[in-house]
């Protein structure tokens, strides 16, 4: 049984080895997730309305033409909507790693799926102070895992609910559908920061090989 085996640390004993799909998945997730951080960025920042609006009349000024406030807002409108546009369909690229992120789970071996392993760490007795800092280390991981899960679910259908606005449902929360959206994206990004910087380290530290381990597998 795992919890009297004494000659081995939890770390031998609950080694994950990552199979093929879910490296190709784990890294086309994070592609997709920084394109989509990015495109909200210019979005937001470089490419408002209100930001690109006395730029555009300035533009058409030097040229020697007119232009009024509402065209000139219609024309700056246009770069906003670009990457909007280019957001949402990225989203929806998002959506479709969530779904197939959730067929592998149901087709791995209930040892393999997150709730199993979690339940195997759970039950596992450690007999000394470095088992016992390992499987805390290991379920802080794993229950991660279950938050980031979450909230990438709760982007995803709030992400459609603003994609599909038209829907009498989704109109009549637009705000709200909105608001979530908006709040669920920092502690989406905070996630990100820390799990790069936790893998970071221990790579570094006592878990060398873990960022190879998930390109070669091994």
């Known amino acids: 049984m795992v919890g009297t085996a004494t000659h081995q ?17 784990h890294w086309i997730t994070f592609l997709t997730i920084t394109a989509s951080i990015i495109l909200v960025l210019f979005a937001s920042t470089v490419f408002t309305i209100k930001g690109n609006l ?10 020697g033409g007119t232009v009024t406030p509402d065209q000139a807002r219609a024309v700056a409108h246009e770069y906003s909507d670009k990457l909007w546009m280019l957001h949402k369909y990225v989203g929806y ?5 969530l779904l197939s992120r959730m067929v592998l789970e149901v087709a791995y071996s209930k040892q393999q799926r997150l709730a199993g392993k979690i339940k195997k760490a759970l039950a596992f007795q450690s007999l000394n102070q470095e088992q016992k800092s390992d499987q805390a280390h290991y379920l802080l991981v794993k229950w991660g895992y279950v938050i ?6 709760i982007m995803a259908l709030t992400g459609l ?4 606005e038209d829907v009498p449902f989704f109109k009549s929360n637009h705000k709200l559908i909105a608001n ?15 799990h ?14 873990i960022v190879s381990s998930m390109i070669n597998g091994g």
Request: with cysteine; glycine share 6%; charged share 10%.
């Open 9 to 25: 640390s939890f770390s031998s004993l609950f080694k994950t080895t990552y199979s093929l799909a879910i490296r190709l998945w």
């Open 54 to 63: 006395s730029m555009v009349q300035e533009q058409i000024q030097q040229k």
């Open 148 to 153: 980031f899960y979450s909230l990438f679910l």
């Open 161 to 164: 609910g603003l994609a599909y």
């Open 93 to 97: 690229g998002l959506c479709f790693l």
């Open 196 to 209: 790069i910087v936790g893998v970071i380290k221990a790579d570094v530290t006592n878990n060398k090989g």
């Open 180 to 194: 979530v959206h908006s709040f669920v994206q920092y502690l989406i990004y905070f996630y990100i920061l820390s």
